[in-house]
């Protein structure tokens, strides 16, 4: 690999871009959400495991059509930024000793969804089922979360405790499409990070798509600076300025270097 000056290096490191800036719902999402205008009534939710599958767990702590206090429950199914629950609504319970779990009905009351815009806001909207209930939205911003976490939405966010220190160096061989190209993969996993990077040289100047299990992941620009030819892609999570954040794990995957199509360099 030819040697970097460091004006090449802020070139490069300027001329990376992302398609959207995208996150994981992890685990770090837990606490309690509410609407700072209608204090009093509010969301706790759980990420939890099932069964080896991520779901979450909403409570919506919230009132009738009456004014008496309503509680409805529901386990969701997590799908990109958002969360869809079907909320249900118990009956028939008694205070302390005196409950009886047979006595207990379980009715659906409806569906929520809850889309997440980043780790502190959201929106929830639902669709009763329920006769005297309406259909509504309304903005959630977070109140609280567990302690010691940091929520990101990225790959170490998500990881957490399994994250131990890891580091990967990856080939990327050239196709044929351009002779001499070549490339490499860079991952690197600590105790309070991740990083990733995809670097690209020797291929024809311009703009070309990282592709990682076939998803594209973000666009190299290849410059020409004084005959070196080369473009760089740098996630990491935490994110820090000037990097995407890593919502991804690249590990296992095929990593794609592509053009119209076109695939210059692969793994």
């Keep these: 690999m030819k040697i970097k000056t460091y004006i090449f290096i802020i070139l490069i490191s300027l001329s990376a871009s992302v398609l959207a800036q995208n996150f994981i719902i992890t685990k770090s999402f837990?606490?309690?959400?509410?609407?700072?205008?209608?204090?009093?009534?509010?969301?706790?939710?759980?990420?939890?495991n099932t069964n080896g599958q991520k779901q979450a767990l909403a409570t919506w702590y919230t009132y009738d059509t009456a004014g008496n206090q309503l509680w409805l429950i529901g386990v969701g199914t997590i799908q990109q930024q958002q969360i869809?629950?079907?909320?249900?609504?118990?009956?028939?319970?008694?205070?302390?000793?005196?409950?009886?779990?047979?006595?207990?009905?379980?009715?659906?009351?409806?569906?929520?969804?809850?889309?997440?815009?980043?780790?502190?806001?959201?929106?929830?909207?639902?669709?009763?089922?329920?006769?005297?209930?309406?259909?509504?939205?309304?903005?959630?911003?977070?109140?609280?979360?567990?302690?010691?976490l940091n929520c990101t939405g990225g790959l170490f966010d998500e990881l957490g405790d399994t994250a131990n220190v890891d580091e990967l160096r990856i080939i990327l061989n050239s196709t044929g499409l351009a002779a001499g190209a070549s490339g490499q993969a860079k991952y690197r996993q600590r105790s309070d990070r991740i990083d990733f990077s995809v670097e690209?040289?020797?291929?024809?100047?311009?703009?070309?798509?990282?592709?990682?299990?076939?998803?594209?992941?973000?666009?190299?620009?290849?410059?020409?600076?004084?005959?070196?030819?080369?473009?760089?892609?740098?996630?990491?999570?935490?994110?820090?300025?000037?990097?995407?954040?890593?919502?991804?794990?690249?590990?296992?995957?095929?990593?794609?270097?592509?053009?119209?199509?076109?695939?210059?360099?692969?793994?």
């Design 30 to 48: 837990t606490g309690s959400w509410f609407d700072p205008n209608k204090s009093g009534q509010g969301f706790l939710i759980e990420i939890i």
């Design 84 to 148: 869809t629950f079907e909320m249900r609504l118990t009956e028939g319970g008694a205070f302390g000793n005196a409950h009886d779990p047979n006595n207990i009905s379980s009715t659906v009351w409806g569906d929520v969804t809850l889309a997440f815009s980043n780790c502190n806001t959201a929106t929830a909207s639902w669709s009763p089922v329920l006769a005297g209930f309406g259909a509504g939205s309304m903005p959630l911003t977070r109140l609280t979360q567990i302690n010691n």
């Design 200 to 267: 690209a040289e020797d291929v024809p100047v311009g703009a070309y798509d990282l592709l990682i299990g076939g998803d594209n992941k973000g666009s190299i620009n290849v410059v020409d600076n004084a005959g070196i030819i080369q473009g760089e892609i740098e996630f990491r999570d935490p994110v820090e300025p000037g990097k995407i954040l890593l919502d991804f794990d690249p590990r296992g995957q095929l990593i794609e270097v592509a053009q119209g199509g076109q695939v210059f360099l692969t793994s």
